[in-house]
Protein backbone atom coordinates (compact mmCIF):
# COMPACT_ATOMS: atom_id res chain seq x y z
CA UNK A 1 0.00 0.00 0.00
CA UNK A 2 1.73 3.14 -0.93
CA UNK A 3 0.24 6.58 0.76
CA UNK A 4 1.33 8.65 -2.17
CA UNK A 5 -0.27 6.59 -4.87
CA UNK A 6 -3.88 6.92 -2.64
CA UNK A 7 -3.49 10.71 -2.08
CA UNK A 8 -2.66 10.90 -5.70
CA UNK A 9 -6.43 9.45 -6.45
CA UNK A 10 -7.80 12.87 -4.67
CA UNK A 11 -5.31 15.20 -5.25
CA UNK A 12 -3.45 16.14 -8.46
CA UNK A 13 -0.19 16.38 -7.87
CA UNK A 14 1.46 19.28 -8.26
CA UNK A 15 -1.56 21.11 -6.62
CA UNK A 16 -0.87 23.21 -3.57
CA UNK A 17 -3.33 21.08 -1.98
CA UNK A 18 -1.20 18.18 -2.53
CA UNK A 19 1.60 19.65 -2.00
CA UNK A 20 0.57 21.01 1.66
CA UNK A 21 -1.58 17.43 2.55
CA UNK A 22 1.91 15.42 1.29
CA UNK A 23 4.29 18.04 3.79
CA UNK A 24 1.72 17.55 6.75
CA UNK A 25 1.51 14.10 6.46
CA UNK A 26 5.27 13.55 6.44
CA UNK A 27 5.83 15.90 9.45
CA UNK A 28 3.29 14.19 11.45
CA UNK A 29 4.88 10.63 10.35
CA UNK A 30 8.51 11.99 11.30
CA UNK A 31 6.55 13.18 14.59
CA UNK A 32 4.88 9.86 15.73
CA UNK A 33 8.05 7.73 14.66
CA UNK A 34 10.03 9.25 16.97
CA UNK A 35 7.84 9.35 19.58
CA UNK A 36 7.11 5.63 19.05
CA UNK A 37 10.89 5.06 19.42
CA UNK A 38 9.80 6.66 23.13
CA UNK A 39 7.13 3.67 23.54
CA UNK A 40 9.01 0.70 21.59
CA UNK A 41 8.13 -1.39 24.49
CA UNK A 42 4.53 -1.35 23.62
CA UNK A 43 5.69 -2.71 20.08
CA UNK A 44 3.73 0.05 17.86
CA UNK A 45 3.53 -0.56 14.11
CA UNK A 46 5.81 1.46 12.81
CA UNK A 47 4.95 0.52 9.00
CA UNK A 48 1.15 1.42 9.47
CA UNK A 49 2.00 4.61 11.43
CA UNK A 50 3.70 5.64 8.72
CA UNK A 51 0.99 5.31 6.26
CA UNK A 52 -1.89 6.03 8.48
CA UNK A 53 -0.27 9.44 9.13
CA UNK A 54 0.06 9.95 5.68
CA UNK A 55 -3.64 9.39 5.22
CA UNK A 56 -5.08 10.26 8.23
CA UNK A 57 -6.36 14.01 6.43
CA UNK A 58 -7.21 12.53 3.14
CA UNK A 59 -10.81 13.71 3.58
CA UNK A 60 -10.06 17.46 3.70
CA UNK A 61 -10.49 17.98 -0.10
CA UNK A 62 -13.95 17.17 0.62
CA UNK A 63 -14.62 20.28 3.29
CA UNK A 64 -14.83 23.67 2.78
CA UNK A 65 -11.73 25.29 4.05
CA UNK A 66 -10.73 28.05 1.30
CA UNK A 67 -7.84 28.96 3.29
CA UNK A 68 -6.44 25.79 2.69
CA UNK A 69 -7.60 25.59 -1.34
CA UNK A 70 -10.68 23.24 0.16
CA UNK A 71 -13.33 23.78 -2.25
CA UNK A 72 -15.76 20.36 -0.74
CA UNK A 73 -19.50 21.74 0.66
CA UNK A 74 -18.83 20.17 4.48
CA UNK A 75 -17.31 21.29 7.54
CA UNK A 76 -13.95 21.20 7.92
CA UNK A 77 -14.68 19.07 10.90
CA UNK A 78 -16.12 16.16 9.32
CA UNK A 79 -12.77 15.42 6.87
CA UNK A 80 -11.99 12.84 9.37
CA UNK A 81 -15.47 10.83 8.87
CA UNK A 82 -14.80 11.25 5.35
CA UNK A 83 -11.45 10.12 5.18
CA UNK A 84 -12.57 7.22 7.12
CA UNK A 85 -15.43 6.86 4.08
CA UNK A 86 -12.35 6.67 1.45
CA UNK A 87 -10.07 4.75 2.76
CA UNK A 88 -12.96 2.00 4.00
CA UNK A 89 -13.86 1.90 0.35
CA UNK A 90 -10.41 1.14 -0.40
CA UNK A 91 -10.69 -1.49 2.26
CA UNK A 92 -8.27 0.35 4.43
CA UNK A 93 -10.64 -0.27 7.65
CA UNK A 94 -7.65 0.44 10.01
CA UNK A 95 -6.81 3.57 8.70
CA UNK A 96 -10.18 4.71 8.45
CA UNK A 97 -10.45 4.43 12.33
CA UNK A 98 -7.43 6.60 12.37
CA UNK A 99 -8.67 9.34 10.53
CA UNK A 100 -12.38 9.62 12.41
CA UNK A 101 -9.97 9.59 15.87
CA UNK A 102 -7.70 11.97 15.03
CA UNK A 103 -9.50 15.20 14.79
CA UNK A 104 -9.02 17.05 18.05
CA UNK A 105 -7.42 14.80 20.59
CA UNK A 106 -10.94 12.10 19.74
CA UNK A 107 -14.25 13.38 20.26
CA UNK A 108 -16.77 10.99 22.67
CA UNK A 109 -20.47 10.15 21.57
CA UNK A 110 -21.40 12.27 24.63
CA UNK A 111 -19.50 15.51 23.43
CA UNK A 112 -21.38 15.06 19.87
CA UNK A 113 -24.59 14.84 20.93
CA UNK A 114 -24.36 17.64 23.51
CA UNK A 115 -22.52 19.81 20.98
CA UNK A 116 -24.66 18.72 18.44
CA UNK A 117 -21.98 18.47 15.68
CA UNK A 118 -22.15 17.43 12.68
CA UNK A 119 -20.86 13.56 13.15
CA UNK A 120 -22.66 10.51 13.89
CA UNK A 121 -22.87 9.93 17.34
CA UNK A 122 -20.16 7.25 18.43
CA UNK A 123 -17.27 7.96 20.29
CA UNK A 124 -14.25 8.85 18.15
CA UNK A 125 -11.50 8.14 20.52
CA UNK A 126 -7.91 7.23 19.93
CA UNK A 127 -7.54 3.69 20.79
CA UNK A 128 -4.68 2.11 20.22
CA UNK A 129 -1.21 2.80 20.80
CA UNK A 130 -0.69 4.22 16.68
CA UNK A 131 -3.52 5.82 16.78
CA UNK A 132 -2.54 7.74 19.83
CA UNK A 133 0.77 8.40 18.48
CA UNK A 134 -0.68 9.95 14.95
CA UNK A 135 -3.41 11.95 16.75
CA UNK A 136 -0.70 13.18 19.35
CA UNK A 137 1.70 14.09 16.36
CA UNK A 138 -0.93 15.35 13.98
CA UNK A 139 -1.80 18.43 17.03
CA UNK A 140 2.40 19.34 16.51
CA UNK A 141 1.95 20.97 12.97
CA UNK A 142 -0.53 22.84 11.32
CA UNK A 143 -1.62 22.60 7.35
CA UNK A 144 0.21 25.55 6.05
CA UNK A 145 -0.92 27.43 2.46
CA UNK A 146 1.63 29.70 2.47
CA UNK A 147 4.67 28.13 1.10
CA UNK A 148 7.23 27.12 3.55
CA UNK A 149 6.81 24.32 6.02
CA UNK A 150 5.50 24.82 8.97
CA UNK A 151 7.31 25.23 12.44
CA UNK A 152 6.34 22.61 15.02
CA UNK A 153 3.82 24.40 17.66
CA UNK A 154 5.50 24.14 21.42
CA UNK A 155 3.28 21.75 23.99
CA UNK A 156 2.26 25.13 25.71
CA UNK A 157 0.84 26.44 22.69
CA UNK A 158 -1.01 23.11 21.81
CA UNK A 159 -2.25 23.22 25.54
CA UNK A 160 -3.71 26.51 24.94
CA UNK A 161 -5.21 25.78 21.47
CA UNK A 162 -7.21 22.67 23.25
CA UNK A 163 -8.29 24.05 27.19
CA UNK A 164 -11.12 26.11 25.11
CA UNK A 165 -12.28 22.51 24.17
CA UNK A 166 -11.98 20.98 27.82
CA UNK A 167 -9.63 20.28 30.34
CA UNK A 168 -10.19 16.71 29.83
CA UNK A 169 -8.41 17.50 25.82
CA UNK A 170 -5.76 18.85 27.94
CA UNK A 171 -5.27 16.23 30.43
CA UNK A 172 -5.43 13.37 27.60
CA UNK A 173 -3.03 15.76 25.13
CA UNK A 174 -0.43 16.11 28.88
CA UNK A 175 -0.61 12.40 29.58
CA UNK A 176 0.36 11.53 25.60
CA UNK A 177 3.18 14.05 26.00
CA UNK A 178 4.24 12.54 28.98
CA UNK A 179 4.19 8.89 27.69
CA UNK A 180 5.21 9.64 23.96
CA UNK A 181 7.44 13.18 24.57
Known amino acids: MDPAEIIGR ?20 RKALAAAARVSHLEPDLA ?53 RHVGVGL ?32 FYSKNENGRPPAEKPIDRIVAELRPHGADKVARFLRWAALFG
Open 10 to 29: YYAPGSALHRILMEHGELVA
Open 48 to 100: FIESAAMLHDIGIFLTRSPGLGCRGSEPYLRHGVLGRELLDALELPRHGLVCE
Open 108 to 139: SAEEIRRNRLPLPERDMLPVSIEEQLVCYADK
